[in-house]
């Protein structure tokens, strides 16, 4: 039986985002919270696993209280067991001092049952910053494999891992010994829908709540604000550019006059676009 | 680290920590996989060049990989894009990228010589080692950035980034730590001049590392069919739809436009989420970034997210039917006007003039 551990955030819909055009502030109300949809990908891929060979899978996540709903949700789809792990230690943490946190509480979840692969996603839409599946996997000392986009097998007895791993020109076939982390490429797979009974062992089952101590951290100095070599010096709106578009418009407005004049006006001021189209141009 | 050595970061002509002082100079990590370099690594050794002259410091390419004429040719190309000096890392472990030995390799690099900046591209293989070395070097590391810039008083890196989604920026500086890390995304820091009368020297340093340490192995390496290859981020023309279009039968216009131009197709967001286009066609800040010298875009309105994808282009062509989309505020020529109408009048317009073109080209 393999023990996964599954990385889930919390993380606002960041297409409904919007910012308030005086004050620069994010306006949070009303947007939806959602399961990093990047996460998903990973914990399908280790319900999938769960479903193959046998396994209980773990989701872990650090956050405020109301992200209890995320790891619920989680259940839901199929997980065993969540973890939240929630202290006003935490806050402003960065991602160095959020793998930090993590993989301490990772390491208290390993006192009761080993853990053979942990995943996450490759990045959340919030941070955007891919940095903390990998500050794990260094701090937790497991073997690290970024942008899988398929488990190709897995063997439970021999405890290896084959995957395949985008790369940028390519794909690699990469074998490697459990445990290790894996962050899932996007598409990868695709999310179960939560079953009926798997809805209501989600509603019963009790989120555990871990704060920074049961979490095992006793050095505050490693986490939250304190813990993070970053800071945000500044935050403030992108500059809006001086220039507004020259409006093309002709006499009859008529699409064939529009798009002339379009071209007229566009090759005599940037000749070096007329010679581009030219060198590539299929005419 | 005791809080009297943290110093404040407003005051002026402060004397740096000794403890960080001992840092000097900025690198670049040389990305290459399969003897193709990724260009990003040029980008950001011109970006790294303004860096290093605000500081009066050199500016270092690193290049790791298997012994063999690549990494020389590949430190070669690096002082004729703007570095003064190589550090050299060959070794047949480093034939493939695999974390655990280009982790190594680096951070035993980091700590001989001391940068106080390490700046590496926003792709698979940069990501991967970025976030691995910050975190061994217990360091900070600021993501995605599009804008860099120097604090020269207190030696501190500026590294800007957009934050929720593009909505906003935020400029992170690692004021404590050393090396100051940070990733660029391709295509956002421009490519500079390549000036073969450069030249600089190489400092070699050993893997400290053998086979058996390493724990994952290549099996294989599929290459990428060249046939089906996006080439987006390094196109010079491209065309690109949005939601204005309406069904997803009209995007063929994109289609035919593109094939006349020769040009790359892309699109927003949300048709990518409606399966109109595949996800490699994104532009934007959860997809691509790029700078053609011509774009144009078809009912797109330009919200935030599609706008820090695409701004750096020579010239934006907008064509909208909403006076007051915000792509008007600053693409180059704007056409108010039925994308469904303007494009097939535009591609039969550029046909006729490319065509024109080329029977004078021929006839001279």
């Given at each position: 039986m393999l023990h996964i551990v599954v990385c889930i955030k919390q993380v606002p819909d960041s297409a409904q985002i919007r910012v308030h055009p005086v004050t620069n502030t994010i306006m949070r109300q009303g947007v939806p919270a959602i399961i990093n949809p990047y996460d998903l990908y990973a914990l399908e891929e280790a319900l999938r696993i769960k479903d193959k060979f046998g396994g209980f899978v773990t989701v872990i996540t650090m956050g405020p209280p109301q992200a209890e709903n995320a790891l619920r949700k989680a259940l839901s789809f199929g997980a065993d067991d969540a973890i939240l792990v929630t202290d006003r230690a935490f806050a402003g943490a960065d991602t160095l001092a959020t793998s930090f946190a993590l993989a301490s509480?990772?390491?208290?979840?390993?006192?009761?049952?080993?853990?053979?692969?942990?995943?996450?996603?490759?990045?959340?839409?919030?941070?955007?910053?891919?940095?903390?599946?990998?500050?794990?996997?260094?701090?937790?000392?497991?073997?690290?494999?970024?942008?899988?986009?398929?488990?190709?097998?897995?063997?439970?007895?021999?405890?290896?891992?084959?995957?395949?791993?985008?790369?940028?020109?390519?794909?690699?076939?990469?074998?490697?010994?459990?445990?290790?982390?894996?962050?899932?490429?996007?598409?990868?797979?695709?999310?179960?829908?939560?079953?009926?009974?798997?809805?209501?062992?989600?509603?019963?089952?009790?989120?555990?709540?871990?704060?920074?101590?049961?979490?095992?951290?006793?050095?505050?100095?490693?986490i939250g604000l304190k813990g993070s070599?970053?800071?945000?010096?500044?935050?403030?709106?992108?500059?809006?550019?001086?220039?507004?578009?020259?409006?093309?418009?002709?006499?009859?407005?008529?699409?064939?006059?529009?798009?002339?004049?379009?071209?007229?006006?566009?090759?005599?001021?940037?000749?070096?676009?007329?010679?581009?189209?030219?060198?590539?141009?299929?005419? | 680290m005791s809080e009297e050595t943290k110093k404040p970061a407003g005051k002026k002509k402060l004397e740096l920590d000794p403890r960080l002082a001992e840092y000097r100079g900025i690198w670049v990590f040389i990305e290459h996989e399969r003897g193709t370099l990724h260009t990003v690594s040029w980008e950001l050794l011109g970006e790294g060049?303004?860096?290093?002259?605000?500081?009066?410091?050199?500016?270092?390419?690193?290049?790791?990989?298997?012994?063999?004429?690549?990494?020389?040719?590949?430190?070669?190309?690096?002082?004729?894009?703007?570095?003064?000096?190589?550090?050299?890392?060959?070794?047949?472990?480093?034939?493939?990228?695999?974390?655990?030995?280009?982790?190594?390799?680096?951070?035993?690099?980091?700590?001989?010589?001391?940068?106080?900046?390490?700046?590496?591209?926003?792709?698979t293989l940069g990501r991967d080692l970025a976030g691995s070395v910050a975190t061994t070097l217990k360091t900070g590391l600021t993501a995605d950035c599009t804008e860099l810039n120097i604090d020269v008083e207190i030696r501190s890196l500026l590294a800007t980034r957009p934050t929720f989604g593009g909505s906003l920026l935020c400029t992170i500086q690692t004021l404590n730590y050393r090396p100051q890390m940070a990733t660029v995304r391709p295509r956002v820091m421009a490519m500079p001049k390549r000036d073969t009368t450069r030249s600089g020297d190489i400092t070699e340093h050993k893997l400290s590392m053998i086979e058996s340490d390493i724990i994952t192995k290549v099996l294989e390496f599929i290459p990428d069919q060249n046939t089906n290859k996006i080439n987006l981020e390094y196109a010079d023309i491209i065309v690109s739809g949005g939601k204005g279009l309406k069904k997803q039968e009209n995007f063929q216009l994109i289609w035919e436009l593109a094939k006349v131009l020769g040009a790359e197709v892309g699109a927003t967001r949300p048709l990518v989420q409606s399966g109109w286009v595949e996800a490699g066609r994104q532009v934007g800040q959860t997809g691509k970034t790029v700078r053609p010298k011509l774009y144009i875009a078809a009912g797109i309105s330009g919200a935030i997210q599609h706008r820090v994808g695409m701004d750096a282009s020579d010239v934006i062509v907008a064509i909208n039917n909403d006076p007051n989309a915000p792509i008007f505020d600053f693409a180059t020529y704007g056409i108010v006007g039925n994308a469904m109408t303007i494009l097939p009048a535009l591609t039969e317009a550029f046909r006729r003039e490319l065509a024109n073109r080329r029977a004078e080209a021929v006839a001279v």
């Open positions: 509480a990772i390491r208290q979840i390993e006192k009761n049952m080993p853990v053979d692969m942990i995943f996450c996603g490759k990045q959340t839409i919030d941070g955007d910053t891919a940095q903390v599946g990998p500050g794990i996997a260094k701090r937790l000392n497991l073997e690290l494999l970024t942008y899988i986009s398929s488990i190709t097998s897995v063997s439970a007895g021999k405890k290896e891992i084959v995957v395949q791993r985008r790369s940028e020109g390519g794909v690699q076939v990469l074998k490697t010994r459990l445990p290790c982390l894996v962050t899932m490429l996007e598409g990868s797979n695709e999310m179960r829908f939560a079953t009926m009974p798997n809805m209501i062992r989600a509603a019963r089952t009790t989120v555990k709540r871990w704060d920074r101590i049961a979490a095992g951290i006793e050095d505050v100095t490693k070599p970053t800071v945000v010096s500044k935050v403030f709106a992108p500059s809006p550019k001086t220039v507004k578009a020259e409006i093309v418009q002709t006499e009859s407005n008529e699409p064939q006059d529009l798009v002339g004049s379009l071209l007229m006006r566009m090759f005599t001021k940037f000749p070096h676009v007329r010679e581009e189209l030219e060198k590539s141009a299929t005419v | 060049r303004k860096l290093a002259d605000k500081l009066g410091v050199p500016l270092a390419g690193v290049v790791m990989g298997e012994p063999g004429e690549d990494t020389r040719r590949f430190c070669q190309e690096a002082f004729y894009h703007g570095a003064d000096h190589c550090y050299l890392m060959e070794d047949p472990l480093l034939k493939d990228y695999r974390n655990q030995p280009f982790t190594k390799g680096m951070t035993d690099l980091v700590n001989a010589y001391k940068p106080e900046i390490l700046l590496l591209g926003a792709t």
